[in-house]
Antibody, heavy 122, light 107 residues
Framework: EVQLVESGGGLVQPGGSLRLSCTTS????????MTWVRQAPERGLEWVSS???????YYGNSVKGRFTISRDNSKNTLYLQMTRLRAEDTAVYYC????????????????WGQGTLVTVSS | EIVLTQSPATLSLSPGERATLSCRAS??????LGWYQHKPGQAPRLLIY???NRATGIPARFTGSGSGTDFTLTISSLEPEDFAVYYC?????????FGGGSKVEIK
């Protein structure tokens, strides 16, 4: 069974840093496309960053230069290193696996984890 | 950046009724549109991909249609578990973007 579990969220001051983890099972992080999506309070979903199996990375404009997506193949875990955090980064952060159909990967997200809450406040 | 506009923001319906949700793209995205269901405290769930393909395990009462700039998600007969927020998402180009969501609430 494919499972994704996020951790590492919490309260951090503006300008601070935090690293989120997405521990997975049932598939290999290294050979799949992975993504982070966030949801600010009372807001909709916002795509944050994606990491492809070939190592290519993509970032949303609001986090580019501040966030870094990476993975540890030995731990089958995806990470999101967040630096220079702002109040507007406050959100529940979800990790998700990209849809794989007949050996082709698509930029659809399935399944998702339950999310971890990041609060940026002084 | 491709902007997705969803309407209505809120839809108040009773179980058994038909729900029709709209998603409009700011430019042509062919059929590269998906739909997700999101309930409070739960992980979002992929319902429809590439405009009209149901994801694994999604009931037949969920139907996606459209192409180009105008898309529709139809729930033929609402079940109690269908009351949730629905988001559309495009994969036509980076950055990947979501619509603002449509909430289907119990009337």
């Amino acid at each position: 069974e494919v499972q994704l579990v996020e951790s590492g969220g919490g309260l951090v001051q503006p300008g601070g840093s935090l690293r989120l983890s997405c521990t997975t099972s049932g598939f290999s992080v290294s050979s799949n496309y992975m993504t982070w999506v966030r949801q600010a309070p009372e807001r909709g979903l916002e795509w944050v960053s994606s990491l492809f199996s070939d190592g290519s990375t993509y970032y949303g404009n609001s986090v580019k230069g501040r966030f870094t997506i990476s993975r540890d193949n030995s731990k089958n875990t995806l990470y999101l290193q967040m630096t220079r955090l702002r109040a507007e980064d406050t959100a529940v952060y979800y990790c998700a696996k990209h849809l794989l159909l007949q050996s082709t990967t698509y930029n659809w997200f399935d399944p998702w984890g339950q999310g971890t809450l990041v609060t940026v406040s002084s | 950046e491709i902007v997705l506009t969803q309407s209505p923001a809120t839809l108040s319906l009773s179980p058994g009724e038909r729900a029709t949700l709209s998603c409009r793209a700011s430019q042509n995205i062919n059929s590269y549109l998906g739909w997700y269901q999101h309930k409070p405290g739960q992980a979002p769930r992929l319902l429809i991909y590439d405009a009209s393909n149901r994801a694994t395990g999604i009931p037949a009462r969920f139907t996606g249609s459209g192409s180009g700039t105008d898309f529709t998600l139809t729930i033929s007969s609402l079940e109690p578990e269908d009351f949730a927020v629905y988001y559309c998402q495009q994969r036509r180009s980076w950055p990947l973007t979501f619509g603002g969501g449509s909430k289907v609430e119990i009337k």
